[in-house]
């Protein structure tokens, strides 16, 4: 669980306007990522950032960041590409966090500001204490991009797990389970198997709302948004993901006050399944995402092509059935 620094968010009215800030990923040969530690007098001082700084009137985010690095760190940036774009709501002011990796720089990174520096592997970045908008970025960095939800008709379990196979070959990473309709002693043995397939593939399996199968399994659980609601604890230890879906700020606080490893958000766009509930939109999507700090994919009508759209909004990416589910 990365760790970051507690504060009240979503205090100032969303009509305040939004600070744009531009942050940047530089590796070292090692594939250490560089962090640098917010000096004393300053907003949460002590805590480790990416480095950048505001964008300055008229200037474009290249030329904001190759400015800031410049005068932080001494560098100058030669290339970069776009990673995520985070809102996050303080206690006194709303920023937009774009960050871009940065692939090509001249330079030795020194920090020129008095500011501590550190090169850290990318596994331990969640060690270090971030600003709430830092740490959606570290799982840009670190998590699944696409997280896919199973159709809860099994069908057939033999050309069901055969479809599992299938997208954990094609790079799925994140999956939740979902069965409806089995026995209990059908619903263990298919749950199972579809474990050991996403352990032999490197995947993370959650079972949908079932904590006790979860428990059974060793794997993680995610929680319907009632359940979520009726939830006063953590359901599983932190080694155990636990995630949620979501559809408005009440729920979002709540899963925050679980601790949750990440949730869902929807739906963003109209989907067949839910034809009469209308969706969000980006918009609202980006405007809920300000009041929590921790990963949220984007879901309701979701397709890969929609990544790049997600990530502008401060989405960790995408999650979907139809979407995602091989063919």
């Not at 067949?272 to 990963?295: K, Y």
């Amino acid at each position: 669980m990365p760790l970051r620094l507690r504060q009240e968010i979503q205090a100032v009215p969303r009509s305040a306007g939004l600070i744009h800030v531009v942050a940047g990923v530089l590796t070292d040969a090692r594939g250490r990522i560089l962090l640098a530690r917010r000096t004393a007098g300053r907003d949460l001082a002590g805590a480790w950032e990416f480095p950048g700084g505001k964008v300055e009137p008229g200037e474009t985010p290249f030329q904001a960041l190759d400015r800031e690095l410049h005068e932080e760190l001494g560098i100058r940036i030669h290339s970069m590409e776009a990673l995520i774009a985070v809102p996050q709501a303080y206690r006194d002011k709303r920023i937009v966090l774009e960050v871009f990796r940065i692939s090509g720089f001249s330079g030795k990174p020194k920090g020129l500001e008095n500011q501590a520096l550190a090169w850290s592997p990318l596994e331990k970045l969640n060690t270090y204490p971030m600003p709430p908008a830092d740490r959606p970025v570290v799982a840009a960095l670190s998590q699944p991009s696409q997280y896919l939800i199973t159709p809860a008709n099994v069908g057939k379990p033999a050309e069901f797990l055969g479809r599992i196979e299938a997208a954990l070959k094609a790079g799925m990473r994140r999956i939740q389970l979902r069965i409806e309709g089995l026995s209990d002693a059908e619903t263990l043995a298919l749950a199972a198997e579809t474990k050991r397939l996403c352990d032999q593939g490197g995947a993370q399996l959650l079972v949908n709302a079932d904590i006790e199968l979860a428990v059974k399994l060793g794997c993680g659980v995610h929680l319907k948004s009632a359940q979520l609601m009726s939830l006063n604890a953590r359901p599983l230890p932190l080694e155990q993901a636990v995630a949620a879906s979501c559809h408005d700020e009440a729920q979002l606080r709540q899963a925050e006050a679980l601790d949750v490893d990440f949730a869902v958000l929807g739906p963003v766009a109209k989907t067949p399944s839910h034809a009469e509930q209308p969706p969000m939109g980006w918009q609202r999507f980006a405007e809920l995402r300000e009041c929590v700090s921790f990963p949220i994919y984007a879901l309701g009508g979701m397709h890969p092509s929609d990544h790049e759209t997600a990530r502008r909004h401060g989405a960790q990416g995408i999650a979907g059935i139809r979407g995602l589910w091989p063919s």
